[in-house]
């Protein structure tokens, strides 16, 4: 059996709490359990901060898009927000010794470790959008 669902969010911070809530509701209708729900939880609210905050800059006349999918293999997530868009290749390594103090690449650290697969991609409207996939 396949779920689906998908979500429009403002681009404002406190659509963060409202992607982590949707997305615990989804987890929880596709039958996943509590700990896997913390991992995409956590995965959830970094791409979402940064979809706001990083692609649209806080712009409120953009959004974030999000889609939802689970089947009885996985459960996979897309976040697009409608950005210039970035070379995830150019975000520093927050795990270089050098990079230690800086604020720059945490949240895809935190993505890749929540999560068993992230890709970046440009969408050809403009923006990025992150997906992400959780094996149950």
């Known amino acids: 059996m396949e779920l689906k669902r998908e979500i429009v969010l403002d681009s404002q911070l ?16 596709a039958g996943f359990d509590a700990e896997f729900g913390y991992s995409v939880d956590m995965a959830v609210r970094e791409s979402v901060a ?16 999000m889609k939802f999918s689970a089947d009885d293999e996985a459960l996979t997530i897309s976040v697009r927000d409608h950005g210039d868009g970035f070379a995830v290749e150019d975000i520093p390594d927050p795990t ?33 959008i992150v997906s992400m996939k959780k094996r149950r």
Do not use: C, T
Request: negative net charge; charged residues 30%.
């Open 14 to 29: 406190e659509s963060v709490e409202k992607a982590a809530a949707a997305a615990d509701a989804f987890v929880s209708d």
């Open 50 to 65: 940064n979809a706001i905050k990083h692609g649209n800059k806080l712009d409120a006349a953009k959004n974030v898009e």
């Open 96 to 128: 270089n010794p050098e990079n230690l103090l800086k604020v720059n690449g945490r949240g895809i650290l935190f993505m890749n470790s929540f999560m068993d697969e992230v890709n970046w991609a440009r969408h050809e409207d403009g923006g990025m």
